[in-house]
């Protein structure tokens, strides 16, 4: 059964997941916190930290990060760039030639749209 909302990070923080990257949502009923499922165990996000849609997003999801952040030194680590996007499938990073319109996932083999107008 396909989840009837899911989520993503908008901002880099201590809730330790990969921006970008949509997760089903498992619980929303209280005012602050919202559970994700993420790989296959219940984690609590502040509801402020996240961006919500109705169905899956199938398209790349385009991270803009910045050098101060935690997370940008394990993404300069894997050889990401500033911005760089994360795959709708498989949920792994890749960096993305700037304006391309669709591309494959190295990990997946998927190809899919690349979301440019909705950055997080």
């Known amino acids: 059964m396909e989840p009837k909302l899911w989520a993503r990070v908008r901002l880099a923080g201590a809730h330790g997941l990969r921006r970008g990257a949509w997760y089903p949502v498992v619980n929303d009923k209280k005012p602050t916190i919202v559970f994700l499922d993420v790989n296959k ?69 998927g190809e899919f749209e690349v979301d440019w107008q909705h950055r997080c």
Do not use: H
């Open 41 to 109: 165990r219940n984690v609590a996000v502040d509801r402020t930290l996240l961006e919500f849609c109705g169905a899956k997003p199938m398209q790349w999801s385009i991270v803009a990060r910045s050098v101060s952040e935690q997370a940008a030194r394990r993404a300069s680590v894997a050889n990401l760039n500033r911005t760089y996007g994360v795959c709708p499938k498989c949920r792994a990073r890749a960096n993305l030639e700037d304006g391309v319109r669709a591309a494959r996932c190295p990990a997946c083999a």
